[in-house]
């Protein structure tokens, strides 16, 4: 019983890290991520710093949004 258990939320795990990827992959052409207004990117001559903010709230939300739909 609980190796059946393992078994589905691998295959789960696997699905989902396989949808991630593509959207990761393909996404930058469609979702401005690390782009949005409120993305911080300050440069200087010997360096550079980005710091996607809007962008890291975005997902957080959605994220919350897909736990809350199928934890609960």
């Given at each position: 019983m609980f190796f059946n258990d393992i078994g589905k939320n691998l295959i789960y795990l696997g699905l989902i890290l396989i949808v991630l990827g593509l959207v990761v992959?393909?996404?930058g052409k469609?979702?401005?991520?690390?782009r949005l207004p409120g993305d911080f990117h300050w440069e200087n001559a010997n360096f550079s710093v980005h710091f996607p903010l809007v962008t890291c709230i975005v997902i957080s939300?959605?994220?919350t949004i897909l736990v809350?739909?199928?934890?609960?």
């Amino acid at each position: 019983m609980f190796f059946n258990d393992i078994g589905k939320n691998l295959i789960y795990l696997g699905l989902i890290l396989i949808v991630l990827g593509l959207v990761v992959h393909f996404g930058g052409k469609f979702f401005p991520f690390g782009r949005l207004p409120g993305d911080f990117h300050w440069e200087n001559a010997n360096f550079s710093v980005h710091f996607p903010l809007v962008t890291c709230i975005v997902i957080s939300i959605v994220l919350t949004i897909l736990v809350n739909l199928f934890w609960r």
